[in-house]
C-alpha cells in the first residue's frame, strides 16, 4: 500500500514536471530532450528513453537519453517502433527477446514500451522506452506516457517534413 502510493506519487510529479518543462519551451527539439531526460531521470526503470520522429515511411530517431542505438532509421514495417506507428496503438512486450519483431538495441535489454505521438489520428512520431527489467511497464506507465505524448504533439505538428 505504501509502495503504491509513493509510486503513484512518482508517476504524477514526474508529470508534472514534463508539463511545466513543455510548456516553457517553445523549441520543438529542446521540448523532447527535456521531455526524455525527465522520464530517464525520475523512473529508475527507464534505461533508454528517445523520441522518433516519422518522415514518409520512416522513423528517426531524434532526442534520446541511454547508450546509442543502432536503429536511427527504422521502417515502417519493422520492428516494434515500426508496429506501433503503423498500428497506431501502444505496444507494451513483456519480454523482448519472446518477441519476433523486436529490433535489439541494447544486449540488457528486456522489456519495451512504444507509445505513438498522433494529431488528429496522423502519426508524427513516438516515444520509445526500454527497461533491464522484464515486464517493466503497466497501465501506470501506459496512461503516464500517452499523457506526455499528447503534450508533444502540437510540438512535433510545427517541425518540417
Ligand atoms: N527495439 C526497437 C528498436 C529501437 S531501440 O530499442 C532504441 C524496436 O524493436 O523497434
Redesign the pocket.
Known sequence: MTREIIVDDTYARTLHRIETAIAGEADANRAMFETVRILEESLPDYA?V?V?LLYGNE?V?GP?V?KP???TH?PLG???????ATEKTTII?DD?NA?P??????VE?RS?I?VPIMQEGEVLGEI?I?SDRVAAFGERDRRLLERVASLLAPRLATLPR
Request: proline share 3%.
Open positions: 533508454w528517445g522518433y522513423l530517431l534520446f541511454g542505438s543502432p536503429h527504422i519493422r520492428g516494434i517502433c515500426g508496429a506501433a512486450v523482448v518477441d519483431r523486436y529490433l535489439a538495441c541494447s535489454t519495451e512504444v520509445d526500454d
